[in-house]
C-alpha cells in the first residue's frame, strides 16, 4: 500500500515567554491510501497542530514531511496553496455554508477549486440531498447541512479528507448516518480520511487510531475489524 504521509522526527514547538512549548515532539508516522485514521487525546494534545501540518497550513519547527515522494517542508506558501488546492478536502464542527446561496450552489463552489471535480448530481444523491438541492441552509437539518459540507468538499474529489470534530454538532443518530456517509464515500471513492474526535467510539471505524497526549503519540493501533457506522455505540 503506497503511503500518502510519511512523518520523521516532526516537532513544533513555540516559543514562550523563557521557555519553549512542543505542541508535537518527536513524532514518526506513516498513513497509507484509503485508510481512514481516527486520531484521540485529550484538549492541548497536538491533534490540531498535527493536522494542520498534514494540510499544509503550518510548518514543522524541525523533521520531515512527505505527501507520497513530495517534501513538504521544502514547499514555499503558494505551493502549500496549490497543494491544499489541489489535493484535500475539509470538513469542520461549524459547517460554513454560504447562507444566500442554495445547496446545489454551495455544492458547487466546492468544484470550482479543483481540476478534477466529480458531478454535482452524483456527489448529491451520495449525501442522499438530491431532494434538497434547491433549499438554502435555513431550511435544512444539522445533519443535512453537515451533509452539504461533505458534498462541497468531496465533489473536488480530494485525495485526502481532514475532518476535525465532524459530529460534534449532531447527535447520536445523524452523527451516526454522517460518519456512515464517509465510510461508504472511502469505499467507492478510495478516500483517504483523517478524523480529529473527543468521541471514542468513533474508534471503531478506522483502520488506524492514534491516541496523542502531551505533543506525542502514544499508541498507534490497527484495527482487526472495523465496524459500520450504524453499530457504533455512542459515548
Ligand atoms: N500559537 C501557539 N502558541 C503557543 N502555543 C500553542 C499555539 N498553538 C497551540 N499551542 C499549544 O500547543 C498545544 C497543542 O495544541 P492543539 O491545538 O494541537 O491541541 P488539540 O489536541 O487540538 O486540543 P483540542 O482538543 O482542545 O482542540 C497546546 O498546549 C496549545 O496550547
Ligand atoms: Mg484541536
Avoid at 496549490?82 to 454551495?106: A, C, D, K, M, P
Wanted: with cysteine; net charge positive.
Amino acid at each position: 500500500m503506497a503511503k500518502v504521509y510519511r512523518l520523521e522526527n516532526i516537532y513544533k514547538t513555540y516559543p514562550f515567554n523563557d521557555h519553549a512549548i512542543h505542541a508535537l515532539e518527536d513524532i514518526d508516522l506513516n498513513i497509507e491510501e484509503g485508510e481512514i485514521v481516527v486520531i484521540l487525546g485529550p484538549s492541548g494534545s497536538g491533534k490540531s497542530t498535527l493536522l494542520n501540518l498534514l494540510s499544509g497550513l503550518d510548518y514543522p519547527t524541525r523533521g520531515k514531511l512527505y505527501y507520497y515522494d513530495n517534501k513538504l517542508t521544502n514547499y514555499n506558501d503558494e505551493k502549500l496553496c496549490e497543494y491544499r488546492r489541489n489535493h484535500l478536502g475539509f470538513i469542520f464542527q461549524s459547517y460554513h455554508l454560504i447562507s444566500n446561496l442554495t445547496v446545489e450552489e454551495n455544492i458547487i463552489l466546492g468544484k470550482k477549486l479543483s481540476h478534477n471535480p466529480l458531478d454535482i448530481d452524483e456527489v448529491l444523491k451520495a449525501v442522499e440531498l438530491d431532494q434538497q438541492k434547491y433549499k438554502y441552509p435555513y431550511q435544512l437539518s444539522g445533519g443535512q447541512m453537515q451533509r452539504v459540507a461533505i458534498a462541497r468538499s468531496l465533489v473536488k474529489n480530494p485525495e485526502v479528507l481532514f475532518c476535525d470534530e465532524p459530529t460534534g454538532a449532531l447527535d447520536e443518530k445523524t452523527g451516526k448516518k454522517v460518519l456512515k456517509l464517509l465510510q461508504n464515500i472511502n469505499k467507492k471513492y478510495k478516500t483517504t480520511m483523517i478524523i480529529v474526535t473527543h468521541n471514542p467510539s468513533i474508534a471503531d471505524i478506522a483502520n488506524t487510531v492514534i491516541r496523542m497526549n502531551s505533543g506525542k503519540i502514544e499508541t498507534i493501533i490497527k484495527n482487526k475489524t472495523i465496524k459500520d457506522a450504524k453499530d457504533l455505540r455512542w459515548a
